[in-house]
């Protein structure tokens, strides 16, 4: 992997219908894949669900931002809603996979110190397509696919946000 520098932008970042993604909105996520569905979780995991399944709910909340609006290159906490007796779910990267060399996306109940994620605009061609960003220290890396689970990866995976 190569890590790289983000620098934040002023840029909001726009569902698929190209509202304005707000921290108190939910929202689905699916990738620009065809044949694949949303995201959302098996156990612990974050994972690419079947083409049928839209995903899992999500908030985007920002680090610094008091407007709500969320924008492309800032600090971000992404939490899975909580349903009945089911927390609230936020996103972590786990500790290297050893037998993979993977360090695979998950969720915990608290925020992992120095944790944080970031959406950029895309450089697909399709609108309102972006990448989720994995960033630690001023580090960030792209998070993609190994086969259905999310990983941190050289290669990003194209998603679209869509209100719940």
Not at 29 to 38: K, Q, R, T, Y
Not at 40 to 52: D, F, M, P, S, T
Not at 56 to 76: C, K, M, Q, R, W
């Amino acid at each position: 992997m190569k890590p790289f520098l983000i620098t934040c932008n002023n840029n909001v970042v726009l569902d698929s219908n190209g509202y304005p993604l707000l921290s108190t909105n939910s929202y689905t996520m699916s990738s620009g894949l065809l044949i694949a569905g949303g995201i959302g979780l098996r156990g612990n995991h974050i994972v690419q669900k079947a083409e049928a399944h839209h995903g899992s709910d999500a908030y985007f909340i920002p680090n610094l931002n008091n407007s709500g609006v969320v924008h492309e290159s800032s600090n971000i906490l992404i939490k899975f809603v909580g349903y009945g007796d089911i927390k609230p779910k936020i996103w972590q990267v786990n500790t290297k996979d050893e037998k993979t060399g993977n360090y695979y996306l998950t969720v915990g109940e608290h925020k992992l110190k120095d944790q944080w994620f970031q959406i950029m605009k895309s450089d697909d061609t399709q609108n309102h397509s972006y990448k989720i960003m994995y960033c630690n220290e001023q580090i960030c890396n792209h998070v993609g696919l190994d086969r259905v689970r999310l990983v941190v990866s050289d290669m990003p995976l194209t998603i679209q946000f869509y209100k719940a």
